[in-house]
């Protein structure tokens, strides 16, 4: 089975709209990778909205979305974050953070309206967005002494890699990505040269 190097995800920050017996829903979805991002991101849309009620939300990450968490924050239980996660699943993207706050209007929805509303506010703001087929790439930090600069240097061409980032003194160090249906041949490139050592960041 081929390795999967591609997957789908917001191109940007997108908006969705819901109301219903006098709440209104906004959804806010979110590019987003890590639970820390998640976090900030959170904190920003409470500081936006200062005067909704509940951010319920939920995020998935990894390329197969096997990462994932939903949060209720105060309704119902399994009424706001499960049905945000589960417009996730339904549309197939994954490093998506996405928040429903809630502004209350004075009734109670019950558990099936909370469902319907926070489910609406989710699909909402994905289908403002622009879905996006990103690669993936193998992100490795390349180590090497300055002899086997010119070496390497010839190799990041042959294979036309980004600098990500560089570092050239005594001991030289280079950030890049490699596209993961060719990263074992480029390693195995790099690791013939002498002083070479390479440290893998993460495929993402």
């Not at 806010?28 to 990778?33: K, R, T, V, Y």
């Not at 209007?105 to 609406?120: D, M």
């Amino acid at each position: 089975m081929e390795e999967k190097s591609t997957y789908f995800t917001l191109l940007k920050r997108s908006e969705g709209f819901y109301a219903e017996k006098g709440s209104k829903f906004i959804g806010i979805a979110l590019p987003c990778s890590s639970a820390d991002q998640a976090k900030e991101l959170l904190e920003a849309a409470r500081k936006e909205h200062p005067k909704a009620g509940h951010f319920c939300y939920a995020y998935r990450f990894g390329l197969n979305g096997d990462q994932y968490r939903a949060n209720d924050d105060g309704e119902p239980s399994n009424s706001a974050g499960a049905p945000i996660l589960g417009q996730l699943q339904s549309f197939e993207i994954t490093n998506v953070l996405i928040i429903v706050l809630r502004y209350y209007g004075g009734t109670k929805l019950g558990v099936g309206g909370l469902i319907n509303a926070y489910r609406t506010g989710a699909k909402e703001a994905i289908l403002a967005g622009k879905i996006v087929e990103r690669e993936v790439y193998e992100w490795i930090n390349i180590n090497f002494e300055y002899p086997d600069m010119p070496t390497v240097m010839n190799l990041i061409k042959k294979h036309q890699l980004e600098m990500v980032e560089h570092e050239f003194e005594i001991s030289c160090r280079i950030k890049t990505n490699l596209r993961v249906n060719f990263a074992q041949e480029i390693k195995a490139e790099l690791n013939s040269l002498d002083s070479v050592e390479i440290n893998v960041i993460g495929t993402y």
